[in-house]
T-cell receptor, first 113, second 110 residues
């Protein structure tokens, strides 16, 4: 079993739809939870960063963390064609005196006009 | 300046060449990372520098040699690479609110 599970999709939705992206994890030592968006041939762009259970909202994006169920979600409201990208969840864990990111596989999203 | 800048954006090199990738950040972040990313895969950690000292090497072959000359600059020296090393090489820096990635160098080894 991978430490972080994420359905790679692809996910295809019409413009204006609400998108729900999810990751599950098995390691209770994960401390910080992130969502990144990556366009083709570009570096990942940080969308959301959370560390406690609950919801965090930023514009059209809402990140949800449920530590008891080891489950995180990203919701995108009023999705736009420009949201078409790969969405990666990432979780931070201590590694000696530093921290490492453990990644999900990424979900490919297409928003159709 | 809230960016991580990587140069070059594209690089084609032969298996006998020596080349270097460069990464700069001026955000004062003291932890910097090199990642390798293959198509349709998540980034794979290679090296971590903390306060200009190498703190994590994920068993990367010696044909990849990292260097951190100062707190703003990170280099990755490449020598005798193989075609399977072709990938997107990403640099990142870590701050309290997450990690900032550069746009990457797309490397092709021929």
């Amino acid at each position: 079993q991978k430490e972080v599970e994420q359905d790679p999709g692809p996910l295809s939705v019409p413009e204006g739809a609400i998108v729900s992206l999810n990751c599950t994890y098995s390691n209770s030592a994960f401390q910080y939870f992130m969502w990144y968006r990556q366009y083709s041939r570009k570096g990942p762009e940080l969308l959301m960063y959370t560390y406690s259970s609950g919801n965090k909202e930023d514009g059209r994006f809402t990140a949800q963390v449920d530590k008891s169920s080891k489950y995180i979600s990203l919701f995108i409201r009023d999705s736009q064609p420009s949201d078409s990208a790969t969405y990666l969840c990432a979780m931070s864990i201590n590694a000696g005196n530093n921290r490492k990111l453990i990644w999900g596989l990424g979900t490919s999203l297409a928003v159709n006009p | 300046d809230t960016e991580v800048t990587q140069t070059p954006k594209h690089l084609v090199m032969g298996m006998t060449n020596k080349k270097s990738l460069k990464c700069e950040q001026h955000m004062g972040h003291r932890a910097m990372y090199w990642y390798k990313q293959k198509a349709k895969k998540p980034p794979e950690l290679m090296f971590v520098y903390s306060y200009e000292k190498l703190s994590i090497n994920e068993s990367v072959p010696s044909r990849f040699s990292p260097e951190c000359p100062n707190s703003s600059l990170l280099n990755l020296h490449l020598h005798a690479l193989q075609p399977e090393d072709s990938a997107l090489y990403l640099c990142a820096s870590r701050q309290p609110g997450g990690y900032t990635f550069g746009s990457g160098t797309r490397l092709t080894v021929v």
